[in-house]
């Protein structure tokens, strides 16, 4: 399949970054998925499930036998999944609780042509001590308000990471590695 009928189906600035960075040629497609975890769904199974909701609501709008390519991201905290915050009080609580401590981070790929390819990158992030004066100022530089977890790996919350066991770009929204292995696949 020629890759200049690649779509990817996500509104954020880092996974086209994360794109342009390896050198894969893409036109954008705005898609709108229900974004809540259902009842007893594992953090793992929900990532899978938002990236592949992303790809088939991105094919779904294609008819042009383009490849659609889902992502999605989040911060796990035991089993809870940490979200993006909804406002100063929620990224305050998100990023005290993950101060100190060690945290998961999944990252899931969907592409979809004529058949689905799927892949998840698992990372641990460990957190330094963050004092609430430097979570506050965190808030205030704007950095962590459409985050998972509240925090960005590649902004000014890289100075709160103490240890990375995984992929960064997973962390940052799309695992390069398990990208370009699904685009060989096509």
Sequence with gaps: MDLSTLFLASSSPRRRELLEQIGVSFSLLSVEIDERPRPEELPAEFVIRMAAEKSLAGLTKRDDGGAVLGADTIVVLG????????????AFDMLSRLSGKRHEVLSAVSLRSEQHYQALSRSWVTFRKISADEIGSYWLSGEPRDKAGGYAIQGYGAVF??????????????????????????
């Design 79 to 90: 089993d809870e999944i940490m979200g993006k915050p909804v406002d100063e009080a929620h």
């Design 161 to 186: 990471i103490e240890h990375l066991e995984g992929s960064y770009s997973g962390v940052m929204g799309l695992p390069l590695f398990e990208t370009a292995q699904l685009l060989r696949q096509l």
